[in-house]
């Protein structure tokens, strides 16, 4: 179930599922954003927290298409300042002031596809909390590194690396997506990913204290959809989903949603 064990104790933490739309969505989109409220309103579930993270073109439009149902609205990536002169970028202060609670930092696509470090990412979580955001920092494993045996060491790396010392539970939410699982319809086992999430937790309680680490949320992401969400949301340590595909139409992603509805958590 949705525990968390640390240090001996035992924490409860609601699950949260959460939808990147990537580079996906023109205005007409909204109309599943508007399908997905609409669907929670007629059928909550209440175990579960919901996001949405369209693209920052729609974040005002689905700022007002979500206004007072309750899902959180978030976007997928910031720059590290304020400010500047820096054309292209968007600060984590514009995001929030399109009506952004969170932020996605350090997803693999822009690792990969920009080059982002860790230090960047670091950067980017710090200026999230700067802007009163919360930040969503992923971290994942590739193909070749999941092959060669190096997923735990490339996580302790990547996480002491791109989580900020003074990171906290309310504000900071830890995203494991290994990058061969994104996307390709592939996923790891559930005894991988509990063991994955554990040494995630492990990792920060060493670094946060083990109160922050134990009311983390730990999201697991990489092609999670309605068919696979029960097998891999009920693993320990997994406190819910960042869903990239199965986001993009209303009715999978209620149903991935669904999978906590009555569970008890
Ligand atoms: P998919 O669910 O499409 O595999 O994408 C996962 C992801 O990258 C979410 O951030």
Redesign the pocket.
Known sequence: MVIARIGGRVTRIKPLVAG?W?MNGLGGSLSELAALRDHLAASPVPEADAMMCPPATLLTRAHEVLSGSGILLGAQDCSPHPSGAHTGDISAEMLADAGATAV?VG???RRHDHGETDAEVHAKALAAYRAGLTAII?IGETEEQYREGHTLDVLRSQLEGSVPEGARAGTTIV?Y?PVW????GLTPTPPEVAQVHGLIRTVLGQMLGDSEAGAMRLLY????KPSNAADLLFVPDVNGA?????SLKAKDFYEIMSVYAGSGI
């Not at 992401?221 to 999670?224: D, I, K, N, P, Y």
């Open positions: 990147n990537k996605i997803h693999s696509e992923c995203a997506e699982a994104i996307g390709t992401g990489g092609s999670v960042l869903v990239g595909g199965a």
